[in-house]
Every structure is written in structure tokens, then in C-alpha cells.
């Protein structure tokens, strides 16, 4: 490790960050090898923390019985479990958190929205820490990238177009020897300021939106501006189209890596240098592959992703409906292989002097608005949007300063000339491909 990541990953313990020292561990069990119960023991231990603490599962889990069968074979015990879906969360949300809450250092976050129904979860600083060592843990496996290595990522962050970034995570992004850009909204300027930073000083890796590390590939390509040859990207936050692979790994001279997960779970799998799929760590997350009536699927064959998250004990998801669907090439003991995952669809939306703003930021606008049970935004020119919402319950009518609150920040990234307007819909349909676009732009 480095100096600058000497004094991240100290600066990081005294914020209450220590996933330092969890990743150091975790890279030493890939190292010595992974212990093949590694999955089965953490299946136990939260199994039999939501017995005891979590009042939805107590319940069932009294019902079931069999506690015996938990602790030989927790895998077969999960099946009898049902599926926790995002209803389900909304509708049992007190009774799924864990009754020691008070003892655990704990947050709100929410799902981003971009398969349609965001929800509000609580997690704890251990589930972070853990999630946080993972993710670092797969860019290491990628690029060898360590703790104060440079490193750039092309992300969005609403809150950058709204103020001006605090000390806090200036500090933080000069230890974590980060080069940023907003991928929420992507100028033809900063983009080629990126693209010079790039240039001049190759990071270690390149972490970023998958569609909207494509947009600049495509603008590099099409400015005819040459990008030096890169070491390494990870994409994240959509699905990875073979073309889009194919353009992307022929701008930046380097290979592309797909990596999976989501807020409500962290980071779950990622591919790995001259390795088939993506690798699952087995300390994160247990996965099954169901059928549409939620019967296991055989290694190979498609279906809908089960996620069982093996960290966050402040609410626990135990086979949670993720809303994507996938394969698996490789399902034994604490090694699980994703073959592929078909993901999400998020448009890059466009203003008339060029910018693009990243679709998943009107997803955003959206999160805590409990009385939205679906949504999908569309713009239909450079100067109109139109949101449509499935309301939660239909007799209830927003208060116009909510809605003018929504078209003030589209107004923000889009345009102050944008026109907002709302459509409220019983119903939003899929595209003709199955697949549910809550961004859509017409242009």
C-alpha cells in the first residue's frame, strides 16, 4: 500500500469506515484458497439471526421448523422460504427490520428505481464495510489496484449539480487518488477534459456507467480524439451489450470488465481476467435462479435472480426478487458463476448544446416518494419530458409543490426552457423485448 492509501484507509477507520482491513482479509482467503463452507456458514449465521430478531421471518421460520435441516443444509432449508419481492418490503417494512437495531450504527438507502419500483431499506456500517471491501476486492482482482492507486470514475451524483462537492469528499477523492466526472450530465467539454486527463495520466482502472462510458467512447470516436491506451474498465449500473463492449475496448485500448449488483445488496459478482462469467465472493451474497412460479432452476438454464444478502443484518433480504434475470455457469459451495445477466435499460437523455445527462438521475427525483408505485420517464424532444406514474394508492393526490419541486430539478439538467409534464397511468408496459425502460429518450 502506498502513502496516500495509508492515510485513506486511516482516515477511512476514524469515520467509521474500516473496510480496509476486511478487504486485506478477504484477499488472503483467495490467496490460501476459499474455504468451501465459507457460503453455508454465513447462510447460518443470518438464517439464524432472523429467527431471533426479525419478527416477519421469526413467524414463517416457526412454521417451517426443521431447524435441524438449517444448520446441515441452509442452501436446501432456504427453499422453503418464499421469495421477498419489493411489495412484500413495502407492505412488512417494520416487521423485516431486526429487532437489535438500536445497537447497530444504521441508514436509510433505496433501490435506484431503474426497474420501476424504487424502496427504502435500512443497512448498517458492518453491511457497508463488507459491501465496500467487496467492491474494492473485485477492481483488485481486475486491475491490481490497491487503496490510494489512481484511479477514475464516471459516475453520477445528483447532489454535484445541486452544490458544490463538501471538504469531506474532496479529502476523500485526493487519498483515494480519484479522478471524477458526473455522468449525470456529460458536456461536450468535460468530457474532452476527461479524456485529457485520461490521456495524460492513465489511472490503474476506469470505473463507470456502462452507458455512459459508451457515450464517451462514442464522442472520442466521433471528435476524432485519440484515447492512450488504458489499463482497465469495470462497467456497472446496466447491461453490457457485446457492441457496446466491442466500442468501448477499441477507444480505450483495454479490456472491459462487467461487474453486477445494486443498492439494495452491494456489489454481487464481476468478471475477472481469462475467467468465464462473472464471480460471485461468496462473503456478499447466496444466489438462486428461479422459474416465473419461483421453482429452482438447474445450472444453465435462465430465469429470474434470487438474491440472498449475507451481510446486512439491520434488515435482512433473504431471497429477494431483484428484477433481473441471469444464468448461471457454475453453482457449487462457495463459488457461484454467473454465465450472463440480462439487467437493466437506462437511456443517456440529451440537451441542445450536446450534454448528456445520465437517464438514472429522473429516477432519482423519484426515490422518496412513497405514494409512486411505478414510473417511467420519457423526453420526447431536446425541450420536453413526460413522467408517468402509477400511483400507490389512487386516491391520493401529490400537493403541486411536490410535482413543481420534480420539474424544478429536470429543469436543472435539462434546461430551464424543458417542459414537464405528468401523465398518471394505471398501467406501464414493457418494451416489445420484455425488458421494463423507466428512461426512455426519443431522440
Keep these: 500500500m502506498n502513502f496516500r492509501g495509508w492515510l485513506y484507509s486511516h482516515y477511512s477507520s476514524l469515520q467509521g469506515r474500516g473496510y480496509s482491513a476486511i478487504f486485506d482479509k478477504l484477499s488472503?482467503?483467495?490467496?490460501?484458497?476459499?474455504?468451501?463452507?465459507?457460503?453455508?456458514?454465513?447462510l447460518i449465521k443470518i438464517l439464524n439471526h432472523c429467527q431471533k430478531n426479525v419478527p416477519y421471518y421469526t413467524q414463517i421460520m416457526a412454521q417451517i421448523g426443521n431447524y435441524k435441516l438449517l444448520e446441515q443444509n441452509p442452501e436446501v432449508y432456504l427453499q422453503n422460504l418464499p421469495v421477498l419481492t419489493k411489495d412484500l418490503i413495502r407492505q412488512n417494512f417494520e416487521q423485516i427490520k431486526s429487532t437489535d437495531l438500536k445497537q447497530r450504527q444504521w441508514y436509510f438507502n433505496q433501490s435506484s428505481g431503474s426497474t420501476g419500483e424504487p424502496i427504502r431499506?435500512?443497512?448498517?456500517?458492518?453491511?457497508?464495510?463488507r459491501s465496500m471491501a467487496i467492491k474494492s476486492l473485485?477492481?483488485?482482482?481486475?486491475?491490481?489496484?490497491?487503496?490510494g492507486d489512481p484511479q477514475a470514475i464516471l459516475w453520477g451524483s445528483r447532489t454535484d449539480l445541486l452544490s458544490n462537492k463538501g471538504i469531506k469528499a474532496k479529502l476523500s477523492s485526493f487519498l483515494?487518488?480519484?479522478?471524477?466526472?458526473?455522468a449525470f450530465l456529460m458536456t461536450p467539454e468535460k468530457m474532452a477534459g476527461f479524456i485529457h486527463k485520461l490521456n495524460n495520466k492513465p489511472p490503474k482502472i476506469i470505473i463507470a456507467y456502462v452507458q455512459a462510458i459508451y457515450e464517451l467512447a462514442q464522442f472520442a470516436e466521433q471528435e476524432q480524439i485519440t484515447i492512450v491506451p488504458q489499463k482497465a474498465i469495470i462497467t456497472t449500473s446496466g447491461t453490457l451489450y457485446p457492441w457496446m463492449r466491442e466500442k468501448i475496448e477499441?477507444?480505450?485500448?483495454?479490456?472491459?470488465?462487467?461487474?453486477?449488483?445494486?443498492?439494495?445488496?452491494g456489489d454481487i459478482a464481476c468478471e475477472l481476467p481469462g475467467k468465464e462469467g462473472l464471480w460471485a465472493a461468496p462473503w456478499g451474497s447466496y444466489i438462486e435462479i428461479v422459474d416465473d412460479n419461483n421453482n429452482l432452476l438447474?445450472?444453465?438454464?435462465?430465469?429470474?435472480?434470487?438474491?440472498?444478502?449475507?451481510?446486512?443484518?439491520?434488515?435482512?433480504?433473504?431471497?429477494?426478487?431483484?428484477?433481473?434475470?441471469?444464468t448461471l455457469l457454475v453453482n457449487e459451495p462457495s463459488r457461484q458463476i454467473f454465465k450472463e445477466v440480462s439487467g437493466r435499460i437506462t437511456d443517456m437523455f440529451k440537451r441542445k448544446d450536446g450534454s448528456l445527462v445520465y437517464g438514472s438521475y429522473f429516477t432519482y427525483l423519484l426515490y422518496f416518494k412513497d405514494w409512486i408505485y411505478n414510473f417511467?420517464?420519457?423526453q420526447k424532444d431536446y425541450s420536453k419530458l413526460v413522467i408517468r406514474i402509477m400511483k400507490g394508492n389512487q386516491d391520493y393526490q401529490p400537493e403541486q409543490k411536490e410535482l413543481d419541486e420534480i420539474v424544478n430539478h429536470c429543469q436543472i439538467a435539462i434546461?430551464?426552457?424543458?417542459?414537464?409534464?405528468?401523465e398518471f397511468v394505471d398501467q406501464i408496459y414493457p418494451s416489445a423485448s420484455g425488458k421494463y425502460r423507466y428512461t426512455i429518450s426519443e431522440i
Aim: charged share 15%.
Design 298 to 326: 438447474p445450472t444453465g438454464v435462465e430465469g429470474n435472480i434470487l438474491v440472498t444478502n449475507l451481510t446486512n443484518y439491520a434488515m435482512p433480504l433473504i431471497r429477494y426478487k431483484i428484477g433481473d434475470s441471469g
Design 121 to 129: 431499506l435500512i443497512q448498517d456500517r458492518a453491511y457497508f464495510n
Design 376 to 378: 417511467q420517464v420519457v
Design 28 to 42: 488472503q482467503e483467495i490467496t490460501s484458497g476459499i474455504h468451501p463452507e465459507t457460503t453455508q456458514t454465513n
Design 138 to 147: 473485485y477492481s483488485y482482482l481486475v486491475s491490481g489496484i490497491k487503496f
Design 415 to 422: 434546461g430551464e426552457e424543458c417542459q414537464i409534464s405528468f
Design 176 to 182: 483515494r487518488n480519484t479522478t471524477y466526472m458526473n
Design 250 to 265: 477499441s477507444v480505450f485500448q483495454c479490456q472491459v470488465f462487467n461487474r453486477y449488483g445494486s443498492r439494495e445488496v
